[in-house]
């Protein structure tokens, strides 16, 4: 079965900062990874994807993400951190379920920014 | 963004309640989701409907009992809760066309509270 793993609860980063924050996956195929960001009292709203291709992904919002298959890794960094960060990050492995999907999540990493 | 959109976004209930949650979705899609996100767990796959046929049900206790009457509209019904229910139930729709690399799209959820 597929699994996911956030090894930071939380993070604190100062306003301008560099951010990356890490995913482990573990799945039998190849996988279509997600990164997905939560703010307060709102639903998950998708920053980027990685189906194949480039191991590079861009995103919304100055994010981006890459897959190393030898680290069984999808790390999410952005150069420069804004207040307006501040959220709840979730990474996901896809699998099939019929022809939707499941999607299992890791317990997220909540970013603190610091002005 | 109101592609999902989630009523009532809070409920309190007693444990001998019932009540429904509804999903609305407003993307064309053929697969819509419950997930649970309790503090401190990961989010939790409930349900998958694809086409309005329920193609996963996570072991999932009886006291929820979902409802797909067309492929715009799901609902959860609630009887019967425990405390330890008291959860965001979030739902979500995708394409339902491309299995695991579909990108699920999110309501902003139901706070539930049971008492």
């Known amino acids: 079965a597929q699994s996911v793993t956030q090894p930071d609860i939380h993070i604190t980063v100062s306003e301008g900062a560099s951010l990356e924050l890490r995913c482990n996956y573990s799945y039998g195929a190849t996988p279509y990874l997600f990164w997905y960001v939560q703010s307060p009292g709102q639903g998950l709203q998708l920053l980027l994807k990685?189906?194949?291709?480039?191991?590079l992904v861009q995103g919304i919002k100055g994010f981006e993400a890459e897959f190393k298959r030898s680290q069984s890794s999808f790390n999410l960094r952005k150069p420069s951190v804004h207040w307006s960060d501040a959220a709840e990050y979730f990474c996901a492995v896809g699998a099939q379920a019929g022809t939707a999907s499941k999607l299992t999540f890791g317990t997220g990493t909540r970013l603190q920014v610091t002005l | 963004e109101t592609g999902v959109t989630q009523t009532p976004r809070h409920l309190v209930m007693g444990m001998t309640n019932k009540k429904s949650l509804k999903c609305e979705q407003h993307?064309?899609?053929?697969?819509m989701y419950w997930y649970k996100q309790s503090a401190k767990k990961p989010l939790e796959l409930m349900f998958v409907y694809s086409l309005e046929e329920r193609v996963e049900n996570n072991s999932v206790p009886s006291r929820f009992s979902p409802e797909c009457p067309n492929s715009s509209h799901l609902f959860l019904h609630l009887h019967t809760l425990q405390p330890e229910d008291s959860a965001l139930y979030l739902c979500a729709s995708s394409q339902g066309l491309a299995g695991d690399q579909e990108t699920q799209y999110f309501g902003p959820g139901t706070r539930l509270l049971v008492l």
């Open positions: 990685y189906f194949s291709g480039d191991t």
């Open positions: 993307l064309g899609h053929n697969a």
